[in-house]
């Protein structure tokens, strides 16, 4: 009778394992992030128009961007990350980092605590966010004027204090409070109505699935290594020129300031 008894819980128990594994699974967490940035958009009022899961053509395939909201104040790119731990870059570097701290008591040694350190690299966010704006831009040239503003949020128990960029990066209790705080119109009611079409239009979030959108940023992205390692501005053409900034040697677009294209050194 135990052992048929035991039959269930071993299933139930090889069940939670599995459905642990899944629920902490990146996706599942990029999943539950931003739908709670997309809660958060619902409370804008009703003159913002919220986009969620657009995916843009671009020259080398396709861009995704988690939520695009659509004002006469401006056009803001938003890239949502649900993260933990400590956060670690700036505008230039090409990856920055995660590092979290666990630390464990066992039951067999109480009077002693462990410590934990893992590490983790990401693609800088903010290059996502900027070219997620210059993908916008691109489809927008009708209203070459409209402000379009590229935003990172982070969700979780992330601290991004240690984070130091030129441009929006920041936690979701702030989201509302930076959209709202850009209160400068540069379009009419009637031109919003039509930018938030086009963007509609645009977007091919229906006919592309993951697994080719995944294909076609490996593919961009091995396109863009190519450009840089000849020495080639991947934005705009340009030449890639070492220099210094504060935070160290990188190279910079020859274009600039009309291409701020910037790779670490």
């Known amino acids: 009778m135990s052992s048929f008894l035991s039959i269930p819980l071993i299933v139930a128990i090889i069940g939670l394992t599995i459905f642990g594994w899944w629920y902490n699974s990146p996706k599942q967490k990029g999943k ?7 809660e958060i958009l619902m409370l804008l009022p009703d ?3 919220v986009m969620d899961d657009v995916m843009l053509k671009t020259t080398n395939g396709t861009t995704q961007i988690d939520h695009v909201v659509v004002s006469k104040y ?3 790119a938003i890239e949502t990350k649900n993260y933990r731990g400590e956060i670690y870059g700036n505008d230039n570097t090409h990856e920055w980092k ?3 701290v666990t630390k464990v008591t066992y039951p067999k040694k109480p ?3 462990y410590t934990y350190v893992t590490k983790n690299l990401f693609y800088n966010p903010v290059k996502q966010a900027v070219g997620h704006m210059y993908r ?3 489809n927008l040239k009708e209203w070459p004027y409209l402000k379009v503003v590229p935003i990172v949020v982070f969700t979780g128990n992330a601290d991004i204090s240690k984070v130091s960029s030129q441009n929006h990066v920041i936690y979701d209790t702030s989201l509302l409070s930076t959209i709202q705080a850009y209160q400068t119109s540069y379009i009419t009611d009637a031109d919003v109505k039509a930018v938030a079409e086009r963007l509609s239009s645009k977007n091919i979030r229906e006919i592309v699935d993951n697994k080719t959108h ?3 940023v490996k593919e961009a992205k091995h396109q863009t290594d190519s450009k840089i390692a000849s020495g080639i501005c991947p934005r705009c053409g340009g030449t890639l020129i070492e220099r210094k900034g504060k935070y160290g040697r990188f190279y910079g677009c020859s274009n ?7 790779l670490k050194s």
């Not at 539950?32 to 997309?38: S, T």
């Not at 600039?256 to 910037?262: A, D, I, Q, R, S």
Request: net charge positive.
């Open 32 to 38: 539950r992030g931003e739908m709670r940035i997309h």
């Open 74 to 76: 401006g056009v803001f």
């Open 47 to 49: 003159e913002y128009h």
């Open 256 to 262: 600039y300031p009309n291409c701020t294209f910037t």
């Open 136 to 138: 916008i831009k691109e």
């Open 111 to 113: 009077w002693k605590t």
């Open 214 to 216: 995944v294909r076609n």
């Open 98 to 100: 995660q590092i979290i």
